[in-house]
């Protein structure tokens, strides 16, 4: 029996709130987290977490190794032809980059802005793009050499991004409420669409054969977006707190991920029919997640929280802090 099988049947016997029947594969460390990347090629999966990167087996879910990476990781990024790999550091604004065969580090590339979240390599133009939540800009590498050959002033916070792999990056804006084009090469921004009446757009994902971006937003929405015009094909509900959008192309399918602890995913009809396939119960927190193109699985990072203290009066609401020893790694089936 392998690993997969094995946390199964122990997920099933034991229970785990929410997420009794699915399989958790527990990894060590503490902290927060954020993106997960899937490679379907290589098979590995990347788990961010505080100040590393976790390295899974796709198949056995076996844990590989770690990438030391720097304070507050968010992504990864892979630029397979160049046999490395690229991790966005929001703390000290840096970019580790690994080799993907042995996961040596090979360097740090500091971004010149602030707060780098979401990370994105786009092989056309063989740039790497770090999106600097704090300086409402995105920085673009040469992804082989490090050097700098511009930034994007994008003006908003930048979340997610996806490329089109012909030269087109798209990226949400979150502070703004949309989702702008910009041209991979020149760096010049193409397209500017307004969400409204959605708002806080977060999670991103491209089906690239029929030109249809898939917009998380805050206001619980899922905006299927045409990639051309930017257009609103459609408005679907969705949970609370949607952190992580993807889009199977082979099951034709959309997935969305939220801190609520619902996964919800749409089956795509027709490029401009979208109906609801189902809600899975994940657990609170599990906002982020990452699909297999393979199998189809999807893989939610998570862990435990301690009871919220009480806010001061007039402070905001104070966040949970992470209950230690309990992060891991939720898996759900197509």
């Not at 949309?178 to 669409?193: G, M, P, Q, Y």
Request: charged residues 20%; neutral net charge.
């Amino acid at each position: 029996m392998n690993l997969f099988l094995r946390l199964l049947a122990l997920s099933l016997a034991t229970g785990l709130g929410l997420s009794a029947a699915l399989p958790r594969v527990p990894l060590p460390g503490n902290g927060g987290w954020d993106y997960l990347t899937a490679d379907a090629a290589a098979r590995r999966l990347y788990v961010t977490h505080q100040d590393r990167v976790h390295v899974l087996d796709l198949d056995t879910l076996a844990l590989l190794g770690e990438i030391g990476a720097g304070a507050g990781v968010h992504g990864v990024a892979l630029a397979p032809e160049l046999g490395r790999g690229f991790v966005s550091n929001g703390l000290d604004a840096t970019i580790t980059v690994f080799d993907l065969a042995t996961r040596a580090i090979l360097g740090r590339w500091p971004t010149g802005g602030r707060k780098p979240d979401a990370i994105l390599y786009d092989a056309a133009s063989r740039r790497l793009f770090s999106f600097n939540g704090e300086t409402d800009n995105a920085t673009a590498f040469d992804a082989a050499t490090g050097r700098i050959v511009g930034t994007v002033a994008l003006g908003g916070a930048p979340e997610f991004a996806v490329t089109d792999e012909a030269g087109g990056i798209y990226v949400n804006i979150e502070d703004r409420g949309e989702t702008v084009r910009f041209d991979a090469r020149t760096l010049a921004v193409t397209a500017r669409w307004p969400l409204a009446p959605a708002h806080t757009p977060t999670g991103l994902a491209l089906d690239r054969e029929h030109h249809r971006l898939f917009v998380g937003c805050r206001s619980q929405q899922l905006v299927v977006l045409q990639a051309d015009t930017g257009a609103v094909i459609a408005s679907l509900p969705i949970g609370r707190g949607v952190d992580a959008v993807s889009y199977d192309s082979s099951r034709n399918q959309v997935w969305v991920s939220n801190a609520d602890g619902t996964l919800n995913a749409f089956h795509q009809a027709g490029p401009d029919r979208y109906e609801p396939l189902r809600t899975v119960a994940t657990a609170s927190g599990a906002r982020t997640h990452a699909l297999d193109a393979k199998t189809g699985r999807i893989f939610l990072a998570t862990a435990e929280y301690l009871p919220t203290p009480p806010a001061a009066p007039g402070q905001p609401r104070v966040r949970p802090a992470i209950k230690p020893g309990t992060f891991g790694v939720l898996i759900v089936q197509p």
